[in-house]
Protein backbone atom coordinates (compact mmCIF):
# COMPACT_ATOMS: atom_id res chain seq x y z
CA UNK A 1 0.00 0.00 0.00
CA UNK A 2 1.76 2.96 -1.35
CA UNK A 3 1.88 5.95 0.98
CA UNK A 4 3.46 9.49 1.41
CA UNK A 5 5.99 9.14 4.65
CA UNK A 6 6.69 12.30 6.33
CA UNK A 7 9.32 13.06 8.67
CA UNK A 8 9.33 13.89 11.93
CA UNK A 9 5.62 13.42 13.10
CA UNK A 10 6.03 15.83 15.94
CA UNK A 11 9.08 18.59 16.16
CA UNK A 12 9.11 20.75 19.15
CA UNK A 13 11.86 23.60 18.83
CA UNK A 14 12.84 26.88 19.82
CA UNK A 15 12.04 30.17 18.60
CA UNK A 16 15.28 31.12 16.59
CA UNK A 17 16.28 27.26 15.98
CA UNK A 18 16.67 25.54 11.98
CA UNK A 19 13.99 23.10 11.48
CA UNK A 20 13.96 20.48 8.55
CA UNK A 21 11.20 18.43 7.39
CA UNK A 22 11.27 15.46 4.86
CA UNK A 23 8.97 13.87 2.65
CA UNK A 24 9.02 10.86 0.97
CA UNK A 25 6.54 11.28 -1.86
CA UNK A 26 4.82 8.19 -3.47
CA UNK A 27 7.43 5.95 -6.18
CA UNK A 28 6.18 6.93 -9.66
CA UNK A 29 4.87 10.08 -8.51
CA UNK A 30 5.59 13.36 -10.59
CA UNK A 31 4.17 16.17 -8.10
CA UNK A 32 4.97 17.37 -4.64
CA UNK A 33 2.96 19.90 -2.45
CA UNK A 34 3.69 21.52 0.61
CA UNK A 35 0.89 22.71 2.63
CA UNK A 36 0.74 24.06 5.69
CA UNK A 37 -2.39 24.13 8.61
CA UNK A 38 -3.25 26.17 10.92
CA UNK A 39 -6.59 26.75 12.66
CA UNK A 40 -6.77 30.52 11.49
CA UNK A 41 -5.78 30.17 7.49
CA UNK A 42 -6.85 26.69 7.14
CA UNK A 43 -4.80 24.55 4.45
CA UNK A 44 -2.44 27.05 2.60
CA UNK A 45 -0.50 25.33 -0.20
CA UNK A 46 3.63 26.81 0.48
CA UNK A 47 5.32 25.12 -2.73
CA UNK A 48 5.46 22.70 -5.08
CA UNK A 49 7.61 20.56 -7.80
CA UNK A 50 7.26 18.90 -10.84
CA UNK A 51 10.03 16.38 -11.99
CA UNK A 52 12.14 17.88 -8.78
CA UNK A 53 12.36 21.46 -10.43
CA UNK A 54 10.36 24.09 -8.26
CA UNK A 55 6.87 24.91 -10.49
CA UNK A 56 5.31 27.72 -7.25
CA UNK A 57 7.01 28.94 -4.13
CA UNK A 58 4.80 31.87 -3.64
CA UNK A 59 2.86 31.06 -1.00
CA UNK A 60 5.95 30.11 1.05
CA UNK A 61 7.68 33.06 3.52
CA UNK A 62 10.92 33.58 1.15
CA UNK A 63 13.30 35.08 3.96
CA UNK A 64 13.12 31.88 6.17
CA UNK A 65 11.56 28.99 4.19
CA UNK A 66 13.18 27.28 1.53
CA UNK A 67 12.27 23.77 0.15
CA UNK A 68 14.23 21.27 -2.24
CA UNK A 69 13.53 18.39 -3.74
CA UNK A 70 17.08 16.82 -4.02
CA UNK A 71 16.47 13.37 -5.44
CA UNK A 72 12.79 12.12 -6.43
CA UNK A 73 12.33 10.62 -3.54
CA UNK A 74 12.88 12.57 -0.49
CA UNK A 75 11.45 16.05 -0.77
CA UNK A 76 12.63 19.21 2.07
CA UNK A 77 11.00 22.24 3.63
CA UNK A 78 13.43 24.14 5.85
CA UNK A 79 12.36 26.95 8.23
CA UNK A 80 15.29 29.30 9.23
CA UNK A 81 14.59 31.06 11.62
CA UNK A 82 11.93 29.91 13.37
CA UNK A 83 9.28 31.71 14.83
CA UNK A 84 6.52 31.27 16.95
CA UNK A 85 4.24 32.05 13.96
CA UNK A 86 5.56 29.08 12.04
CA UNK A 87 3.24 26.60 14.58
CA UNK A 88 1.30 24.64 12.52
CA UNK A 89 1.01 20.95 10.68
CA UNK A 90 2.82 20.76 7.95
CA UNK A 91 1.56 18.36 5.40
CA UNK A 92 3.22 16.60 1.93
CA UNK A 93 1.26 15.61 -0.75
CA UNK A 94 2.28 13.96 -4.15
CA UNK A 95 0.37 13.01 -7.04
CA UNK A 96 1.16 11.71 -10.63
CA UNK A 97 -0.02 14.82 -12.23
CA UNK A 98 -1.04 15.08 -16.11
CA UNK A 99 -3.96 16.80 -16.72
CA UNK A 100 -4.06 18.28 -13.40
CA UNK A 101 -7.01 16.08 -12.36
CA UNK A 102 -5.34 13.52 -10.72
CA UNK A 103 -5.69 12.91 -7.24
CA UNK A 104 -3.34 14.40 -4.49
CA UNK A 105 -2.41 11.72 -2.26
CA UNK A 106 -1.38 13.13 1.57
CA UNK A 107 0.98 12.25 4.02
CA UNK A 108 0.76 12.14 7.53
CA UNK A 109 2.21 15.69 8.57
CA UNK A 110 4.61 16.91 10.67
CA UNK A 111 3.04 18.85 13.65
CA UNK A 112 5.90 21.46 14.69
CA UNK A 113 5.58 23.99 17.91
CA UNK A 114 7.58 26.72 17.84
CA UNK A 115 8.13 28.35 21.18
CA UNK B 1 -7.76 33.99 -8.24
CA UNK B 2 -9.87 31.06 -7.66
CA UNK B 3 -11.32 31.16 -4.28
CA UNK B 4 -12.99 28.59 -2.47
CA UNK B 5 -15.51 28.72 0.62
CA UNK B 6 -17.62 26.76 2.43
CA UNK B 7 -20.71 26.07 4.17
CA UNK B 8 -21.81 25.97 6.78
CA UNK B 9 -18.30 25.43 8.48
CA UNK B 10 -19.79 23.93 11.90
CA UNK B 11 -22.38 21.23 11.36
CA UNK B 12 -23.88 18.89 14.31
CA UNK B 13 -26.07 16.57 13.35
CA UNK B 14 -28.56 13.41 14.66
CA UNK B 15 -27.50 10.02 13.44
CA UNK B 16 -30.40 9.06 10.71
CA UNK B 17 -30.82 12.39 9.47
CA UNK B 18 -29.95 14.04 5.69
CA UNK B 19 -27.42 17.21 5.35
CA UNK B 20 -25.83 19.25 2.27
CA UNK B 21 -22.55 20.89 2.58
CA UNK B 22 -22.38 23.83 0.00
CA UNK B 23 -19.01 24.67 -1.77
CA UNK B 24 -18.78 27.85 -3.48
CA UNK B 25 -15.76 28.80 -6.29
CA UNK B 26 -15.07 31.97 -7.33
CA UNK B 27 -13.80 31.48 -11.11
CA UNK B 28 -13.54 28.98 -13.67
CA UNK B 29 -12.37 25.47 -12.41
CA UNK B 30 -12.09 22.68 -13.96
CA UNK B 31 -11.71 20.13 -11.17
CA UNK B 32 -13.49 19.87 -8.05
CA UNK B 33 -12.19 17.57 -5.12
CA UNK B 34 -13.67 16.75 -1.61
CA UNK B 35 -11.39 15.42 0.97
CA UNK B 36 -12.34 13.75 4.84
CA UNK B 37 -9.76 14.73 7.50
CA UNK B 38 -10.11 12.84 11.22
CA UNK B 39 -8.90 14.60 14.16
CA UNK B 40 -5.08 14.71 14.45
CA UNK B 41 -4.86 12.80 11.00
CA UNK B 42 -3.96 13.76 7.24
CA UNK B 43 -6.38 14.37 4.63
CA UNK B 44 -8.23 11.24 2.38
CA UNK B 45 -9.13 11.97 -0.74
CA UNK B 46 -12.89 11.48 -1.21
CA UNK B 47 -14.22 12.57 -4.76
CA UNK B 48 -13.02 14.25 -8.21
CA UNK B 49 -15.58 15.97 -10.05
CA UNK B 50 -14.13 16.83 -13.38
CA UNK B 51 -17.04 18.43 -15.46
CA UNK B 52 -20.67 19.49 -15.02
CA UNK B 53 -23.23 17.46 -13.66
CA UNK B 54 -20.50 14.88 -12.84
CA UNK B 55 -22.22 12.77 -9.41
CA UNK B 56 -20.17 10.44 -7.58
CA UNK B 57 -21.10 8.48 -4.58
CA UNK B 58 -19.74 6.37 -1.93
CA UNK B 59 -21.36 4.67 0.53
CA UNK B 60 -23.49 7.23 3.02
CA UNK B 61 -21.74 10.35 0.57
CA UNK B 62 -22.99 11.99 -2.30
CA UNK B 63 -20.95 14.36 -4.13
CA UNK B 64 -22.04 16.85 -7.02
CA UNK B 65 -20.65 19.69 -9.78
CA UNK B 66 -22.45 21.90 -11.22
CA UNK B 67 -19.94 24.12 -13.30
CA UNK B 68 -22.36 26.54 -14.04
CA UNK B 69 -23.35 28.12 -10.36
CA UNK B 70 -19.71 27.24 -9.57
CA UNK B 71 -21.30 25.26 -6.64
CA UNK B 72 -20.64 21.59 -5.91
CA UNK B 73 -22.44 19.96 -3.05
CA UNK B 74 -21.43 16.78 -0.57
CA UNK B 75 -25.00 14.85 0.66
CA UNK B 76 -24.60 12.91 3.61
CA UNK B 77 -27.58 10.69 3.50
CA UNK B 78 -28.72 8.67 6.93
CA UNK B 79 -26.06 9.84 9.25
CA UNK B 80 -23.87 7.52 11.29
CA UNK B 81 -21.07 8.80 13.63
CA UNK B 82 -18.17 7.49 11.83
CA UNK B 83 -19.08 10.40 9.34
CA UNK B 84 -17.77 12.89 11.92
CA UNK B 85 -14.56 14.18 10.47
CA UNK B 86 -14.03 18.08 8.92
CA UNK B 87 -14.67 17.50 5.06
CA UNK B 88 -12.61 19.96 2.62
CA UNK B 89 -13.16 20.75 -0.71
CA UNK B 90 -10.89 22.09 -3.10
CA UNK B 91 -10.47 23.54 -6.82
CA UNK B 92 -8.33 23.10 -9.44
CA UNK B 93 -6.99 26.31 -10.36
CA UNK B 94 -6.82 27.07 -14.31
CA UNK B 95 -3.97 24.27 -16.65
CA UNK B 96 -2.70 21.67 -16.27
CA UNK B 97 -0.21 22.22 -12.83
CA UNK B 98 -2.32 20.29 -10.22
CA UNK B 99 -2.12 22.85 -7.30
CA UNK B 100 -5.32 23.25 -6.09
CA UNK B 101 -7.24 26.02 -3.38
CA UNK B 102 -9.01 24.42 -0.32
CA UNK B 103 -11.90 25.57 1.75
CA UNK B 104 -12.12 26.21 5.56
CA UNK B 105 -12.97 22.88 5.39
CA UNK B 106 -16.95 21.78 7.50
CA UNK B 107 -16.24 20.39 10.82
CA UNK B 108 -19.44 17.46 11.04
CA UNK B 109 -20.79 15.75 14.16
CA UNK B 110 -22.93 13.16 14.11
CA UNK B 111 -24.48 12.71 17.29
CA UNK B 112 -26.58 9.38 18.51
Known amino acids: DARVTQTPRHKVTEMGQEVTMRCQPILGHNTVFWYRQTMMQGLELLAYFRNRAPLDDSGMPKDRFSAEMPDATLATLKIQPSEPRDSAVYFC?????????????FGPGTRLLVL | ELKVEQNPLFLSMQEGKNYTIYCNYSTTSDRLYWYRQDPGKSLESLFVLLSNGAVKQEGRLMASLDTKARLSTLHITAAVHDLSATYFCAGGEGGSQGNLIFGKGTKLSVKP
Open chain 1, 93 to 105: ASGLVRTGAETQY
